[in-house]
């Protein structure tokens, strides 16, 4: 593993598994309006679960290269998720932002490591 993937999944999931524990603790104002997308609380907690894993994954990924691509494989999913629900709630392109770049480092980060 290079060392450029390494400090992206250990910045990617340090950034995550904060925004997880955000959400666990109900913080998600600042971060993400997940209740302006229709979210109950129990939902964003879910979703910060979701988070705080996957980050923990990508973290541990210097040390279990596996653990990290199917880490990145479900933040894919989840922010492809997110991405959908920003469309449908007709958010503009500073809502998008976040999720897009996840997605985008996500996709660059599971080919990566695939392929070698």
């Not at 524990?21 to 302006?36: A, K, M, N, Q, V």
């Not at 210097?62 to 653990?67: G, K, N, T």
């Not at 999913?77 to 629900?85: D, N």
């Amino acid at each position: 593993m290079s060392i450029t993937l390494m400090v992206t999944g250990a910045l990617f999931g340090c950034l995550l598994v904060v925004s997880g524990i955000r959400h666990i603790l109900g913080f998600t104002r600042l971060c993400t309006p997940t209740s302006e997308l229709g979210f109950s609380a129990t939902a964003s907690r879910a979703i910060g679960a979701c988070e705080l894993v996957g980050g923990a994954g990508l973290v541990a990924g210097s040390w279990f290269p596996l653990v990290a691509t199917a880490a990145a494989s479900g933040l894919l999913i989840l922010t492809m998720a997110a991405l959908q629900y920003h469309h449908w709630n007709h958010d503009g392109p500073l809502k998008y932002a976040p999720a897009s770049l996840t997605a985008m480092v996500m996709v660059i980060y599971v080919a990566a490591q695939v392929v070698g």
